[in-house]
């Protein structure tokens, strides 16, 4: 456990955040013990009062358990504790939350799960992406702008690479990454080359998670969404 000195007024709020990462990095898992406030006030470099008062707020959050003669443990719901808070921070957002937050989440997520589908991705979900891809192949020939069948297929990339949390972080952010991904597919589709530009990317990042390459899956994926980024922020 590589904790850190802090150098911040909020103390207990940098604990808490340190702790969450670890969760999320897999470095603590649920029914792992953590350590003593005395060891981790040493260990970060604070007074145990912070320490005491970040395991209160975690355990309000259900992100830790306090057992009493026993020791502090990660709980088994720690994971979806913090989907719930990070839900929350996001759907408080509302408008607030700007179209390059959301590219930027998008490749956090996407790119990896690209990857993940690839070594997972099951016949049925193989096909689930494939008929979205020909949805978007149909959209391009009739002039539309095929916004649905996007999400479709990134969806269907989720669902493939077989992460409930990531599906439900997925599911979060959807409303918004549907408002965002139409106002990005009409600005991108003012150049007369982007739509088939943008249907090439899908097709290679489909081949990548047919052929069971997941390094190839998270660079296709990873250049698709860059290259729109590029292009909607572009000066």
Known sequence: MDFKPIKTKKIYQEIIEQIKAMISDGTLCPGDRLMSEREL??????????????????EAMGIIKIRPGEGTFITEDAAESLLKSFSSVLLAGGDDITARELMELRKILEVESAAMAARRCSPEQLEAIDYALQQMQHDLEEGNLGEEADMKFHYAIAEAARNSLLLKLMNTISDTMGRVLAAARHELYRDPAKPTLLLREHHAIFAAIKNADPNAARQSMLKHLAGVEEFMFKK
Do not use: K, L, T
């Open 41 to 58: 006030a040493e260990r970060m470099q604070v007074g145990r009062s912070a320490v005491r008062e970040a395991f209160r707020v975690m």
